[in-house]
């Protein structure tokens, strides 16, 4: 059974920047494509960015390509999303997900496990 657990989230302001880890465990990360959504108080869930099994591939959102940063670490079963120059807008709770292959990476209904997610919020 594939677990994704993520950390890293808080409090930041304006122009700041955090980094957010996902820990998989239960199967080798090497075999999925990895995600990140996010979602605002009544507001749907968003695709952020994506990258394929072995860091070949990366996606992102229009809203934060130039500012967010996927990368993964199979070695250690890890994916990471830097962000810099965050603003009010990227407040929401941050999900990493996974998945067994890179077709419509953006929807969040193709993907097959996901963790419970953590808190980001940029204060103005």
């Known amino acids: 059974q594939v677990q994704l657990v993520e950390s890293g989230g808080g409090l930041v302001q304006a122009g700041g920047s955090l980094r957010l880890s996902c820990a998989l465990s239960g199967r080798t990360s090497s075999s999925y494509v990895m995600g990140w959504f996010r979602q605002a108080p009544g507001k749907e869930r968003e695709f952020v960015t994506a990258?394929?099994?072995?860091?070949?591939?990366?996606h992102y959102a229009d809203s934060v390509k130039g500012r967010f940063t996927i990368s993964r670490d199979n070695a250690k079963n890890t994916m990471y999303l830097q962000m810099n120059s965050l603003r009010p807008e990227d407040t929401a709770v941050y999900y990493c997900?996974?998945?067994?292959?890179?077709?419509?990476?953006?929807?969040?209904?193709?993907?097959?496990?996901w963790g419970q997610g953590t808190q980001v919020t940029v204060s103005s």
């Open positions: 997900a996974a998945r067994d292959n890179w077709s419509e990476r953006w929807n969040p209904e193709n993907y097959n496990y």
């Open positions: 990258i394929s099994g072995y860091a070949i591939r990366t």
